[in-house]
């Protein structure tokens, strides 16, 4: 071949063929709505429109690719450790399980519905007291939740174990075998090693203002409501009052803190303001508040709270748990525009000791994670404790801020799965009629049993270096929860309607 005719540019410019004959075995007949070739931005509902072309586009196509290994890389993972893979019903029984239920009405039994499972919860625990000690799936997962760049709306797929006769404390050992094994296998950032922080979840949300902290992140939240117990600034009367330091802070101009106040006061972070000083070099407090701050009250800062010269000081005043929330949103949106983000490195940590129960909008008792779980101190804390106060051993592990798997230790004792359920509002008959298999299955000899369930989409969007999940989804749905390509859902005829004795009301 000609030196001349080379082009290095192009995949297959060192490649000549002489053809004798050409015969197109699939023909392009339309203009193509977008090139192939070609990874400038396209929108991307048409992107989901024309995902068959979507996915001919490189980086797209390797998402996929590394999904198939991924996946393989967790059975093999976990064929290695000694777990069965059991696959478990989709068509199953509604139960309140966290979100809205898929349901699938019946042909056969008129007026009755299926549910498609939100988890494998029930399956699973079944499968301990049938005597398969060590179950795992790449299980199909179908909550109706509103989509979120992180959530696939719909269907989700995780990696879901259980194990008889184990203690937390072995659902993290087979975590921190499992997942940094995969994560280092498929990159070359740094991969925290077990055994992960562990962090309960009290704590969390002192420090962090959020259950699924950033440890990238080197910012922390503290409590300074007693240094302005006698504060003359009104905005802080009353009020929790949650402070951020950020060395090096006060080399920020008035513009940066003036946009960190516009973002507070956003209605998706609902501050009513933020409040804000330096420590300038000198030693001397200036800008925003810092004539609301007085000489004892700027001494217990330094002192008790680490406030050092170059430094700026953030503040949030409000409810307790409305400051918590927002100290969490100005803690993220200041490590991400200070750019004080750890590079290129996973971080990893467990969250544990979550409440058991929380209060509703209602202002009833409520669980406040999983409804399946142990309670810390058993049936004894549910008698006599403050249900708000009681834990549970549930846990969640998160990476680089965002919650990657969530799991316990098991309810396997029916009395005090009864009594559990009562406290919530639930009668024992409702426990039966709700979840009958599991009440009935729980009378002949249970196992203790606890395991996790690691979300596989949102794994493999980490490992990607992607910040949408849809980029690792072969056929994801778009916003609006609609599958452009395939057209769904969609309206269906009269006759399939009766053949599940269905009448639509819709006005």
Known sequence: MERSSKNTKIPTGEIEVVANEIEVLGKCKNVLPFEI?????VREDLRLEYRFLDLRREELHNNILLRS????????????????????????????EGARDYLVPSRLNPGEFYALPQAPQQFKQLLMVAGFNKYYQIAPCFRDEDPRSDRAPGEFYQLDFEMSFSTQEDVFKVIEEVVPYTFKKFTNWKVDEGP?????????????GIDKPDLRNPLIIQDVTKVFENSDFKAFEGKTIKAIIVPNGAEQGRKFFDKMGEFATTDEVGAKGLAWAKLENSGELTGG??????????????????????????????????????????????????????????????????????LSDEGTIDFSHNPFSMPQGGLQALENQNPLEILAYQYDLVCNGYEMASGAVRNHNP????????????????????????????????????????????????????????EVIAFPKNKKARDLLMHAPSVVSKQQLDDVHIKLDIK
């Open 196 to 208: 992960f922080e562990k962090i309960p979840y009290k704590e969390a949300m002192e420090k962090y």
């Open 69 to 96: 290994q991924i996946l393989k890389t967790l059975r093999d993972k976990m064929d290695e450790l000694g777990f069965t893979e059991i696959q478990t019903p989709i068509l199953a029984n509604s139960s309140p």
């Open 289 to 358: 508040i810092s004539k609301f701050i007085n000489e004892q009250a700027k001494e217990k800062l330094e002192k008790e709270y680490g406030l050092t010269n170059n430094s700026a000081i953030f503040f949030i005043a409000d409810e307790f748990e409305k400051a918590q929330k927002i100290a969490g949103l100005v803690r993220i949106e200041l490590g991400k525009r200070l750019d004080l983000i750890e590079k290129n490195a996973y971080r990893f940590c467990f969250i544990v000791d979550f409440p058991m129960y929380e």
């Open 415 to 470: 009395e005090i799965m009864v009594k559990a359920f009562e406290i919530a509002g639930y009668t024992e008959e409702d426990v039966k009629n709700s979840f009958g298999a599991l009440y009935n299955a729980f009378q002949y000899g249970t196992p203790p049993h606890a395991g996790a369930a690691p979300g596989v989409d949102r794994m493999i969007m980490l490992i990607a270096d992607s910040q949408n999940i849809r």
């Open 37 to 41: 070739n070609n990874e400038q931005d």
